[in-house]
């Protein structure tokens, strides 16, 4: 094992501790991802596309504070959104799994780069990996079950909107990692 993948497990392992500070941290990440969710996005083509920034609080949280957190937030975010604020649908758990793993992959991003965790490279990639797997992959299986559409059918507008907001997600998140470089979470 060369020096770089020992740093990466050790920086991945190091994550997986959850002190006090981490889950309050998480908790006020929680906190935001439900509000701009829930009450700051807009639901556009009869509920197969969602505009909104409530991912963002997650990426951030699993960037910050490593991907065992990350995930947690995710979950708790949907989890306890849904119960606050079911923006008219049924639950389905796979939309849980999906806002899982977008706490997980930044934070397994970051674990695996090691270098400099806000560089705006990691946070691309990161923003990309969810953009595809969650956003356009899981989440359009997702509204297929729901809404009754064919995957192909939903696909063209869930690209151009999650485009867009990965791009956006990507500028905010760099630009608010210069106030979160010099943050002690241990």
């Known amino acids: 094992m ?30 935001m991802s ?26 951030l949280s699993s960037i910050l504070l490593g991907p065992l957190a990350g995930g947690l937030t995710g979950f708790v975010s949907d989890v306890i959104g849904f119960m606050l604020n079911p923006m008219g649908g049924a ?18 991003v970051v674990a695996i780069a090691s270098k400099n965790k806000f560089s705006l490279l990691n946070i691309t990639i990161a923003n990309v990996l969810v953009s595809l797997i ?3 992959g899981l989440n359009t299986l997702w509204l ?14 869930r690209i151009v909107s999650s485009g867009i907001l990965t791009v956006v997600s990507i500028f905010i998140i760099f630009t608010l990692s210069k ?3 010099h943050v002690k979470v241990s």
């Not at 297929?144 to 507008?157: E, S």
């Open 134 to 136: 969650v956003s356009l």
């Open 179 to 181: 106030y979160f470089k």
């Open 144 to 157: 297929t079950q729901i809404v009754g559409r064919a995957f192909f059918v939903l696909l063209p507008w």
């Open 2 to 31: 060369n020096m770089s993948q020992s740093n990466a497990k050790s920086s991945l392992f190091n994550h997986s501790k959850l002190s006090t500070r981490k889950l309050v941290l998480a908790a006020i990440f929680v906190a």
């Open 91 to 108: 639950f389905h758990p796979g939309f849980t799994l999906s806002s899982t793993l977008t706490g997980i992959i930044p934070g397994l």
């Open 34 to 59: 439900i509000v701009l969710t829930r009450i700051g996005s807009i639901m556009l083509f009869g509920g197969a596309v969602r505009f909104g920034f409530g991912r963002v609080p997650i990426v």
